[in-house]
């Protein structure tokens, strides 16, 4: 009630008639579907499992992700250029493929084949560690 007060006072009207229930009652509905809508379009959370140990990391452990880090970030600076700017677009910036492909000015088909593959090549490299280098494809942007 309090919003739909707020929402009426906050911009004057004029009415056609003298019974203020109807235009009331309608702007009271209308208030309450459109804050359904805005809960409807916010991300829901769950609260976790009372089990959370299996999830956290030992102290001992911290270099052991450092080190894990400093593969990944090896693996996809050994990418060629067009991967890699297709990777950092898409998963670390978080742009649409439609954004991505904007900005690099490619399609966005290329966007999604040079994503697919750089994610496949930093999953072999990180399996792997070997680094055997990628071939260059539709992806590699002549400079």
């Given amino acids: 009630m309090q919003e739909t007060f707020a929402r009426v006072l906050r911009k004057p009207r004029m009415l056609r008639s003298e019974d203020d229930l109807g235009y009331l009652l309608r702007v009271l509905r209308n208030t ?3 804050s359904r809508r805005a ?3 916010q991300p829901q959370s769950t609260p976790l499992a009372d089990d959370v140990g ?3 990391r030992a102290r001992g452990d911290a270099a052991g992700a450092r080190i894990e880090s400093e593969a990944l970030y ?5 990418l060629p250029n067009g ?3 297709a990777l950092v677009a898409i998963d670390v910036v978080g742009l649409s493929y439609h954004e991505a492909a904007r900005w690099l000015r490619v399609r966005e088909a290329t ?3 040079c994503l697919h593959r750089a994610r496949q090549r930093v ?4 399996l792997s560690e070997s680094g055997s280098g990628p071939q260059p494809g539709r ?3 002549q400079r």
């Fill in 39 to 41: 809960v409807g379009r």
């Fill in 139 to 141: 992806c590699e942007r």
């Fill in 111 to 113: 966007i999604t084949t």
């Fill in 83 to 85: 991967f890699r700017d």
């Fill in 32 to 34: 309450f579907f459109s």
């Fill in 54 to 56: 299996g999830c956290r």
């Fill in 74 to 78: 090896a693996a996809v600076m050994a």
């Fill in 123 to 126: 999953a072999l490299a990180l």
